[in-house]
């Protein structure tokens, strides 16, 4: 768990007089950094941002306000030397007063709006939140070289993002559908195209590389283990309870759903898997009243392990291009069949949210404990209810088995998944412990 040196923190705060740490610290508030990463949210939500990008906007957006804001604790140290190609960032001027909400909020600002497709929209957020900071107990002059510290910092935040080859793949060959017998294929209602082909070309986080975690191949196609495990996700379906269709509705976040009515198609706006962990993040800070810094680390974290996790589960789906549960079922029991969800636009193994879950599950364990009850209401703004929990494995747990209630993963998608989300998960917090207080 997340323990504090208040001795320690309330000396170097001395150093400098209380105005420029202790006394700082107690305007920092995290419920305002929950505002401005529901923004941020929001926008990718209406953007209908894929969850490998949603992933990418996250990581550095919250880097970037922790970094600009972690000097109100010192506790905390940066995370330049410990992720890829982090380079040292600026330093505020010592012994001058900051606001250091002000400060991160700006670098999270500055760097979501690179990112942000609506950046009309995020920016109408940002006023809201902009003019409520300018309210703070603070001097124009105090407030005016805040944000120009955050601005630093998002600079050099963005400047690092350019170095990760995500320009490179955008302009990478189109994917091409294989015709081998069980490689995936583009599945209705929308057959659209296979999603981030090249995300395993990523810079890594805390990984040496896309692929240094290794799971077992998936079946093999047409041997007895591939009947088994598409038989199980058929004959699941066909004897589903209300709770295990609850389940699947619950944990869908599929931002590529869509809706027929007539011969008109809507999108259905959901929040992205990683998304719904940085949101389960929120609530664990909120539930453990958590100050500004803190929080931010645990963004942080979490922000990082979700990144990997969906670097290192993209490179293998593409590894194995494995057929989906739709496919093989139509193809080999019922032509009509349907699963639960809508399946996504991409290989079937391992199941990505498996992955990411079990990774977010595994930082926020480390820091938090196993035995964290809480209610997630995540969802509720899409129109369903909340969901207990007793910890945070029970639902990564719950979040990969919904993969196989709600028709879209075979079984051993999910397990192979929630091990490698665990091992990646496990890397994250041994990369990083080095910046928590006490080295975690």
Not at 29 to 52: N, Q
Not at 113 to 136: G, H, M, N, V
Not at 282 to 309: C, E, H, W
Request: with cysteine; aromatic share 12%; hydrophobic share 40%.
């Amino acid at each position: 768990m997340i323990k504090f040196n208040y001795l320690l923190f309330i000396s170097a705060a001395l150093l400098c007089g209380v105005q420029g740490g202790w006394a700082q610290a107690q305007h920092d508030d995290a419920k305002m950094a929950e505002r401005c990463i529901r923004a941020l949210t929001d926008v990718m939500v209406h953007d209908i941002t894929s969850p490998p990008v949603a992933g990418r906007d996250y990581v550095y957006s919250l880097i970037a306000f922790y970094e600009a804001a972690r000097a109100a604790d010192t506790t905390y140290k940066t995370f330049a030397g410990l992720l890829t190609d982090l380079q040292p960032l600026p330093r505020p001027v010592p012994c001058v007063q900051y606001d250091w909400l002000v400060a991160g909020a700006t670098a999270f600002y500055k760097t979501g709006y690179a990112f942000a497709f609506s950046k009309d929209l995020f920016q109408r957020s940002w006023d809201t939140i902009a003019a409520e900071l300018r309210r703070r107990a603070f001097s124009p002059e105090v407030y005016d070289r805040s944000v120009v510290f955050g601005e630093q910092v998002s600079g050099h935040i963005l400047k690092w993002s350019r170095g990760d080859n995500y320009l490179r793949t955008r302009g990478m060959q189109r994917y091409t559908v294989s015709k081998t017998p069980g490689a995936w294929q583009q599945t209705g209602p929308d057959y659209m195209e296979a999603l981030e082909p090249h995300w395993d070309q990523m810079r890594p986080m805390t990984m040496a590389k896309a692929h240094q975690f290794v799971i077992p191949e998936p079946a093999a196609f047409g041997s007895a283990k591939f009947v088994e495990e598409y038989k199980d996700v058929y004959e699941t379906t066909l004897k589903m309870t209300a709770e295990q269709t609850d389940i699947a509705k619950f944990w869908d976040c599929n931002p590529f759903a869509t809706q027929t009515v007539g011969h008109l198609m809507y999108s259905v706006k959901k929040i992205s898997p990683g998304g719904h962990w940085v949101e389960i993040t929120g609530l664990a800070i909120r539930q453990k009243n958590l100050m500004l810094v803190p929080a931010l680390y645990t963004y942080g974290m979490v922000s990082v392990a979700i990144f990997d996790a969906i670097l290192g589960a993209w490179d293998e789906k593409y590894r194995s291009n494995y057929i989906r549960p739709i496919t093989a079922i139509q193809q080999t029991i019922a032509p009509t069949w349907q699963p639960v969800l809508q399946t996504p636009p991409f290989p079937e193994y391992p199941s990505g949210h498996s992955v990411i879950s079990m990774a977010s599950a595994t930082v926020l364990t480390g820091l938090y404990g196993d035995d964290f009850h809480y209610v997630d209401s995540v969802e509720k703004p899409y129109g369903l209810p909340e969901r207990p929990f007793r910890s945070f494995f029970e639902a990564a747990n719950e979040a990969a088995i919904s993969r196989l209630y709600g028709g879209i993963h075979f079984r051993e998608a999910i397990d192979n998944g929630k091990d490698l989300g665990k091992t990646i998960g496990s890397n994250v917090l041994e990369r990083l412990k080095g910046a928590g207080p006490g080295g975690l």
